[in-house]
């Protein structure tokens, strides 16, 4: 069993919808929680980050983190075109923080 | 702007030819990383680098090995290409010298290797 599992997708939405992308994982050394953002033939680009517990907002994207359950969930409002791209989750932990685990990604497929 | 520079963006080697991916950070970064990412399969860590001329294998080190001569120079090497090798290898930078290390990870833009 993988120690991170992210709902695999696609997702396919209209635009304005609100996205709801989501990770659990097994390891609950985990602190710290990413989502990255890559477009087609790019690298990952870091897109929110929390640590610990907790909501984190920053323009139309929301992170959220219940360690109690080990979910994670990265929300997208009014979701636009650009949005279109796969969304990695990622995790560390404290004593090895550089050394991230990842998710396989969902690919997100916002429709004008 | 912070950046992490792959030396080629897409390359094209023949079966046990020898190979060099280079990754270059600008950022002070401590920290360096090599992974590559297959469909299915997400990212893998191949080989990482908490500080100049010291490394460490990833999950996935088999058939590669890495050089870090200066602190913004990371280098990925295959010593003889195979096929199972095609793949996209993205190298990643994070945290300076005193502050924590979270976890944040800044990529470059890949670089895609076809081995025939």
């Known amino acids: 069993q993988k120690e991170v599992e992210q709902d695999p997708g696609p997702l396919s939405v209209p635009e304005g919808a609100i996205v709801s992308l989501n990770c659990t994982y097994s390891?609950?050394?985990?602190?710290?929680f990413m989502w990255y953002r890559q477009y087609s033939r790019k690298g990952p680009e870091l897109l929110m980050y929390?640590?610990?517990?907790g909501n984190k907002e920053d323009g139309r994207f929301t992170a959220q983190v219940d360690k109690s359950s080990k979910y994670i969930s990265l929300f997208i409002r009014d979701s636009q075109p650009s949005d279109s791209a796969t969304y990695l989750c990622?995790?560390?932990?404290?004593?090895?923080?550089?050394?991230?685990?990842f998710g396989d990604g969902t690919t997100l497929t916002v429709k004008p | 702007d912070v950046k992490v520079t792959q030396s080629s963006r897409y390359l094209v080697k023949r079966t046990g030819e020898k190979v060099f991916l280079e990754c270059v950070q600008d950022m002070d970064h401590e920290n360096m990383f090599w992974y590559r990412q297959d469909p299915g399969l997400g990212l893998r860590l191949i080989y990482f680098s908490y500080d100049v001329k010291m490394k460490e294998k990833g999950d996935i080190p088999e058939g590669y090995s890495v050089s870090r001569e200066k602190k913004e120079r990371f280098s990925l090497i295959l010593e003889s290409a195979s096929t199972n090798q095609t793949s996209m290898y993205l190298c990643?930078?994070?945290?300076?010298?005193?502050?924590?290390?979270?976890?944040?990870?800044?990529f470059g833009e890949g670089s895609r290797l076809t081995v025939l």
């Open positions: 390891n609950s050394a985990f602190q710290y």
């Open positions: 929390t640590y610990s517990s």
């Open positions: 990622a995790m560390s932990r404290i004593t090895n923080a550089g050394k991230s685990t």
């Open positions: 990643a930078s994070s945290g300076h010298q005193g502050s924590p290390n979270t976890g944040e990870l800044f």
